[in-house]
């Protein structure tokens, strides 16, 4: 596991101009990584997530050096995603597309097969508000019916998304780069805390979950898992506001006594790189 590194900012938007940079830079360092038989890398996967994590990929066509990017050879995955219908604004997967991936794919530079989404509700939407009101019914049968429904739904989600990690990376699937955000109660992709009714950051023996009753909305959700973020080659956090200034301590203090579900982000890890951009307003309580 990589040694946690700490770039403070003056700004969030220098944080994600940065950012930007550096997510062209390395892109193209991995592209152009020779192996030990000397040949060239036949692929990198990246993993994004939702939020301000996702800000920097607007940038990324401004940056002349994105020119000499070959994105073929460039794989599109999520850490987590909402649950939704796929023309949702609340996808993460919607909004990746619309800040690069729709001009890298209609330019031909992108193959679509190269964007793995999460599978999203294909529930028609009278269906939808229906089991989303079910899910908060105060009558317990009715809302456990809901309950059994969504949650078939997100952990079939989950395994189909597994079943493509495996198909396309084997049996241990390694993200080279993963993109992370944190939010202010310490969650990252949809990895709750514990005093949330949340333990999935503990599950080991999957590489993705299904999530209902998230406590950031919207509330179905499929994420990676713990085990799978943290044998990333590099993961990278960006975590600005100081709203979450007091998370970040205790996410820093957990992560140095092995992990804490209470700060689900102090379970991430990198292996080759770990990297948190924050800024001046957000690191006050370190
Ligand atoms: O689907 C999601 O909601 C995101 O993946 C989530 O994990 C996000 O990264 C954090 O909530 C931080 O979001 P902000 O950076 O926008 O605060």
């Known amino acids: 596991m990589a040694t946690r590194t700490l770039i403070v ?6 944080m994600i101009q940065a950012g930007a940079r550096r997510f062209v830079l390395t892109l193209l360092d991995l592209l152009s990584e020779r ?25 990324v066509l401004s940056d002349p050096l994105a020119t000499a990017i070959d994105w073929s050879r ?5 850490s987590d995603e909402r649950f939704v219908p796929a023309d949702s604004t609340d996808r993460n997967a919607l909004e990746a597309r619309h800040l690069l991936l729709d001009d890298l794919v209609a330019d031909g530079r ?28 105060v009558d317990e049968f009715v809302r456990s019916a809901a309950d059994t429904e969504n949650d078939a ?31 202010p109660d310490g969650h990252y992709a949809s990895l709750f805390p ?17 999530v209902s009753h998230s406590p950031k909305m919207p509330p179905l959700r499929v994420s990676l898992t713990a085990p799978l973020i943290a044998r990333s080659r590099r993961t990278w956090f960006f975590a600005a506001g100081a709203g979450k200034a007091e998370s970040l301590a205790h996410v820093f203090a957990g992560a140095d006594k092995g992990g804490d579900p209470e700060y689900p982000s102090s379970f991430a890890g990198g292996v080759d790189e770990f990297t948190w951009f924050s800024t001046e307003e957000t690191v006050v309580k370190l």
Do not use: C
């Open 74 to 78: 460039v794989h599109f995955w999520w």
């Open 153 to 183: 739904l997100l952990d079939a989600a989950a395994r189909a998304y597994e079943d493509e990690l495996t198909k396309e990376l084997g049996p241990e699937p390694v993200i080279d780069l993963m993109i992370l955000g944190m939010g």
């Open 35 to 59: 192996l030990p038989d000397g040949g060239a890398r036949k692929r990198v996967d990246v993993a994004l997530s939702g939020g301000s994590a996702a800000q920097p990929l607007g940038l």
């Open 110 to 137: 992108l193959p679509e097969a190269n964007i793995h989404e999460i599978a999203p509700d294909v529930r028609p939407a009278e269906e939808i508000a229906k089991v989303t009101a079910d899910a908060e019914s």
């Open 9 to 14: 900012y003056p700004d969030k938007d220098l």
């Open 194 to 210: 514990a005093s949330s009714g949340h333990h999935e950051v503990l599950v080991s023996d999957r590489l993705a979950v299904g």
